[in-house]
């Protein structure tokens, strides 16, 4: 089976505090701080994955940018979404409010500078099971008014950066609907 | 290549908003150096929602020596000069 070296660029997108920063250490080196430092501008990470297609194994090279999260710093966020291929948009299931900001600011204004390009929904912090305040269908109605460019609406997981729940498979997801973008599935 | 700012900023997030977008376009090319500025600003504490003036002016003589990975300078001297300006009006006007 043929080989093929792709190297595409993805952002992590939402709220200050989210778990942001947790959810790519968690993907990239397995690990999990308590300790919040707020990112300040970008900060890239990244991390090879593969993918089996039908007719080649696809290794993906996954720059990953992680960016700040206060929706104050339209100009870093704008000059960061232009030009990367694909974004992890990020929502805490314990305030409601970082969801609303999602449909409001965050998917909008990406898809307006970087296009339709693959989006895949991580819903954070799910090991607070006491304090969830956002339910699933609150996040596909959401999801519901936002197509990607394949005309599908963004895929979701519920994940935990602490426990490392669905982390892995939601970046791995991303890295799917960026080789079938590509034409390579 | 240096510009002036277009348009000035009426706070000092859209002030520190300007600066740190800079930072962005002007070493994102260079990935690691990118991501070595981005720590190291980070170290200075300063609250990205309400920035201290005196955070942003360690942020500013910071950012005055910020090199791309060819040697040149990220900023010119007459943004570093524009940004100091600012940071004193908007200081004055708080």
């Known amino acids: 089976m043929q080989t093929k070296n792709v190297i595409k660029s993805v952002i992590m997108l939402g709220d200050a505090a989210v778990g942001k920063t947790s959810l790519v250490r968690r993907f990239v080196v397995d690990q999990f701080d308590d300790t919040y430092i707020t990112t300040l501008g970008a900060k890239p990470m990244e991390k090879d994955i593969r993918i089996v297609g039908k007719d080649a194994i696809i290794e993906l090279r996954m720059i990953i940018w992680d960016i700040m999260g206060q929706k104050d710093y339209e100009r870093v966020h704008r000059d960061m979404f232009e030009g990367v291929n694909g974004g992890i948009i990020v929502c805490d299931v314990t305030k409601p409010e970082t969801l609303k ?6 998917i909008p204004t990406f898809f307006e500078y970087a296009g339709k390009v693959p989006l895949v929904l ?10 969830l305040k956002i339910e699933i269908k609150d996040i596909q109605a959401l999801l519901a008014s936002f197509q990607m460019k394949d ?6 997981y519920l994940t935990s950066a602490k426990t490392g729940e669905n982390v892995q498979v ?3 997801k991303l890295g799917e609907l960026l080789a079938r973008d590509m034409g390579l599935l | 290549m240096a510009k002036k700012m277009k348009r000035q900023p009426e706070t000092l997030v859209e002030l520190m908003d300007i600066i740190l977008s800079r930072v962005c376009r002007g070493l994102k090319s260079s990935r690691h150096l990118l991501a070595d500025a981005c720590t190291e600003m980070e170290g200075f504490g300063i609250d990205p929602d309400a920035p201290e003036p005196e955070k942003l002016e360690i942020l500013i003589n910071y950012v005055e ?17 524009e940004y100091r300006t600012q940071l004193r009006k908007l200081t004055r006007r708080k």
């Open chain 1, 101 to 106: 900001n999602l449909g409001e600011y965050w």
């Open chain 1, 122 to 131: 991580m819903a954070n912090k799910i090991d607070l099971k006491e304090q």
């Open chain 1, 151 to 156: 005309g599908c609406s963004p895929p979701f």
């Open chain 1, 170 to 172: 939601g970046f791995e």
């Open chain 2, 65 to 81: 020596n910020l090199r791309d990975e060819d040697g040149n300078m990220v900023f010119s001297a007459v943004e570093i000069q």
